[in-house]
């Protein structure tokens, strides 16, 4: 398992359930979660303040923070957004935000392979994007409608983000259940590190959440 160094900050309000967490300095990761369905705005901060009761850190040991861009809930990822950028600007200290894609890649393909990932988008319609190694480009990300999804080789894993995936009636597929995978703070802290030794981190005045445009009609994912 790789190292995660202390202490940065991770952030995820990209889904329904609202987590946080923090490196430790024997490369552990401190987490806690709120799941009260997108109540996020509430419980943002209380739920940061807990973590570092909890962990003993003062905030102002942080080194970086890590922060969700999604895609997911334009709401909670909003919020997210705004409490990563508010602490960072405010301590001076680098933020960088990984897409949950980019996040869950290297841990999904290494347990399932290939797996396409489904998150909820608008009614009847999800963001797409096909995981096949343990590095995920952003720009693949598509939205796409249920139907679409009889394009992909069967042999492909499915697995859907904060949703019941079964309920698409996608026999061809595996489906990957909950109790098999399901997202940790910690996937977004080894490559947000990653990304801050590549680039010293992203502009926070420019960081936005992930927005993608619908797939183009007739085309295929």
Sequence with gaps: MEMIQPHTLAIDSSTSVLRVGISLENGEVLSLENKDRYRHAEFVFRLINDLFDKSGIDKFHLK????SIGPGSFTGLRVGMASAKGMAASMNIPLVGISTYSAVAPRLFARFGRTAVLIPSRRDEYYFGLVDSA??????IS??????????????????????????GQTRFRIITPTEFEISIRDFLAPGEARL???GGDDISSLEPLYIQNFPAGTSP
């Design 135 to 140: 590095e995920f480009a952003d720009e693949s």
């Design 197 to 199: 030794k590549e680039s």
């Design 64 to 67: 970086a923070i890590v922060v």
């Design 143 to 168: 939205i796409i409608r249920p139907e679409k999804l009889e394009a992909i080789d069967s042999e492909t894993d499915l697995w859907g983000v904060d949703f019941d995936v079964t309920r698409l």
